[in-house]
């Protein structure tokens, strides 16, 4: 049995990465054929041909219009996946369908529901509006993750690996000094850890960027809503300079840096990372030194859990943690994923006692 967590949306693309081609891609160990309608809508359907399993995406297949065509025999499927003509015979066969996905475009992503369809309506998906607004400019890649997704997300988690892994882009001393506090929304299924630097050391990522000289207050809030979608919300601002008491923050500079968190297979995961400012916002110079610099902070990630995940695979089940203050926030979305799990599954095993640091 799987344990990717099911009847769940999961991001599966950015819009701009489907069209009028066919594209494919492997999400929670399916996999999936998008592709646009002439209208401009995007589709998700198996990847499979019924009749002798060709893969859609696979050249000759073709679109004709609003049909793909398989590129074996020519099994013909409309674009709900229903096989509208089939080689030498008349009678299309009741049951040639391809299974289809609900899929929703929103945020710039491709989302995707996995799991039983029905539940797709009242299931949420979350939001990260900033990737798709007017006031906010943004960059965005995806990173092939050679790791399960839990991996990936204790690390997001656990943003104390900065000053560590990412020493000289985005960490300095004050992140692992500076203590979290942890919260969670049960009702709402989120996951909140805050930490907040009064006076620390502006990282290159963030001088760069906003121009900032000397020493920064640096708050970072993040808004975690299992399983797909991570939000850090990050403050940087001139030392002691606050948000005024009605929220307004005009001599802050806000940068909105999500991961959408999919998993490919049990042991491999799509690392989807936007970063959004709302500072420079026609700089180009900036829009490259974020993408770059970020880029590069994700694949000191890819390149450390690429590592772990091998030496969990080779090691026996059962090994035992250590964990500590640090840990909260990931311990806490364990537990929710954990609970979804069990949902997800339509079995109602007991929920795991919270999840506690020493
Ligand atoms: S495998 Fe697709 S038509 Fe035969
Ligand atoms: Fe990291």
Known sequence: MTSIVQNQWYVAAYGREIGRELFSRTICGESI???RTEAGQVTAMSDRCVHRRFPLSEKPSHLNGDTVVCGYHGFTYGADGVCVAVPGQKRVPRTARLKSYPVVEQDSFVWVFIGDPDEAESTRIPRAPW????????VSGMEPLKARASLLIDNLMDL?????????YIGTPEVAETPITTEVDEDAGIVYVSRHMADAECPPFYSTSTGIQGR?????????TPPCLYKLHSRIAPVGVLP????TDPDAFHVEVVYAITPETENSTHDFWAVARDFALDDESVSDFLRENN???VLQDVTALDVLEQVLTGE??????LSINIDTGGLAARRLIAAMAAEGAGTTVEQPAAATAP
Do not use: A, C, K, M
Not at 160 to 168: A, I, K, N
């Open 216 to 224: 920064i207050t640096r708050w970072q809030d993040i808004e975690y």
């Open 33 to 35: 054929l998008f592709w």
């Open 244 to 247: 005024n008491e009605d929220g």
């Open 316 to 321: 026996p089940d059962g090994y035992q943690e």
């Open 295 to 297: 880029r590069t902070v």
């Open 131 to 138: 990737l798709d607004q007017e006031g906010w400019t943004v």
């Open 160 to 168: 104390s690996h900065e000053t560590y892994l990412h020493g000289g």
